[in-house]
Nanobody, 123 residues
Framework: HVQLVESGGGSVQAGGSLKLSCAAS????????MGWYRQVAGKERELVASLRYDGSAGYADSVKGRFTISYDNAKNTLYLQMNNLKTEDTAMYYC??????????????????WGQGTQVTVS
């Protein structure tokens, strides 16, 4: 079965950097690939960055130009490089595998397996 283990979170001052890692086991990178999500208490979990099998990456507007998602095939590990961190980036960050699911508008990539999360605090 799929297991995802995040690491790399911590506390950092505004303007600093962190690199999150997500070690995946039991998973084969599919078309929808994987993504990083974050959640603040009392708010919905939001997609921060995604990476598809074809190498295409997508980012939330709030992190474009600051975050970079990547995947190391040899290590089966997903990364999120976060630069120029802001206080509003404070959240629990989760990695997830994604799969195609039917929606009213057609197929869309949605998360299916989740890691346990890693806390990022920016002050």
């Amino acid at each position: 079965h799929v297991q995802l283990v995040e690491s790399g979170g911590g506390s950092v001052q505004a303007g600093g950097s962190l690199k999150l890692s997500c070690a995946a086991s039991g998973y084969i990178f599919t078309d929808c690939g994987m993504g990083w999500y974050r959640q603040v208490a009392g708010k919905e979990r939001e997609l921060v960055a995604s990476l598809r099998y074809d190498g295409s990456a997508g980012y939330a507007d709030s992190v474009k130009g600051r975050f970079t998602i990547s995947y190391d095939n040899a290590k089966n590990t997903l990364y999120l490089q976060m630069n120029n961190l802001k206080t509003e980036d404070t959240a629990m960050y989760y990695c997830a595998t994604r799969e195609a699911r039917p929606t009213t508008l057609g197929q869309a990539c949605r998360p299916n397996y989740w890691g346990q999360g890693t806390q990022v605090t920016v002050s």
